[in-house]
């Protein structure tokens, strides 16, 4: 089964910083990748879809890598802002499923 | 606003209450989704329903029963519920059940089972 590892749990970063948030994937036979943000007691906002022939997103200050071959994707966010405090999940999408498998996410918090 | 409307936010309830959560969306789709949030966990997948026909079942227990009645609302029934139970229960939508397809998710309901 697929298992999604998102380290650190939590991250603080002053204001104005460059930041990078890593998952990892243990099968790398997926369909695609997102990243969502989720906001306390929110639902979840779709940020970046990455599809397995891709390498990479960007939308605005965010961009997301993917390397499937190591099973690893990176959210780098760019200028940090007080707003950008979230918490941010990845997610794959294994062929041939329904599912999503999410990791637990990383609480990020931007110190202003 | 995404386009995905849950009521309730917050419900607490006995393990003996009947209760229902409401999921509405707004964006013309033609699948929804509801999945579980608890603390420190993964979200969960439970059921998937797709032209309002369930298409997956995730060895939810049987005391979780969806309602999907037409293509923009979806129900999650409780009843008997234990403690374990409590959580952040999401609801989602997408143009279709694929594989590319991005999720559209409500706020969710804080579900807290005393």
């Known amino acids: 089964k697929q298992e999604v590892t998102q380290i650190p749990a939590a991250l603080s970063v002053p204001e104005g910083e460059n930041l990078v948030l890593n998952c990892s994937f243990t099968?790398?036979?997926?369909?695609?990748l997102q990243w969502f943000r989720q906001d306390p007691g929110k639902g979840l906002t779709s940020l970046l879809l990455?599809?397995?022939?891709?390498r990479e997103q960007t939308s605005g200050r965010l961009n997301a890598s993917l390397d499937k071959s190591s099973g690893r994707s990176t959210l780098y966010i760019a200028a940090s802002q007080p707003g950008d405090s979230a918490t941010y999940l990845c997610?794959?999408?294994?062929?041939?499923?329904?599912?999503?498998?999410f990791g637990t996410g990383t609480r990020l918090t931007v110190i202003p | 606003e995404t386009g995905v409307t849950q009521t309730p936010r917050h419900l607490v309830m006995g393990m003996t209450n009947k209760k229902s959560l409401k999921c509405e969306q707004h964006?013309?789709?033609?699948?929804m989704y509801w999945y579980k949030q608890s603390a420190k966990k993964p979200l969960e997948l439970m059921f998937v329903?797709?032209?309002?026909?369930?298409?997956e079942n995730n060895s939810v227990p049987s005391r979780f029963s969806p309602e999907c009645p037409n293509s923009s609302h979806l129900f999650l029934h409780l009843h008997t519920l234990q403690p374990e139970d409590s959580a952040l229960y999401l609801c989602?939508?997408?143009?279709?059940?694929?594989?590319?397809?991005?999720?559209?998710f409500g706020s969710g309901t804080q579900l807290s089972v005393l």
């Open positions: 099968d790398s036979a997926i369909y695609n």
């Open positions: 989602a939508s997408s143009q279709v059940a694929g594989l590319g397809e991005k999720l559209f």
């Open positions: 990455i599809q397995s022939s891709q």
């Open positions: 329903y797709s032209l309002e026909e369930r298409v």
């Open positions: 997610a794959v999408r294994g062929t041939g499923a329904n599912n999503l498998f």
């Open positions: 964006l013309g789709h033609n699948a």
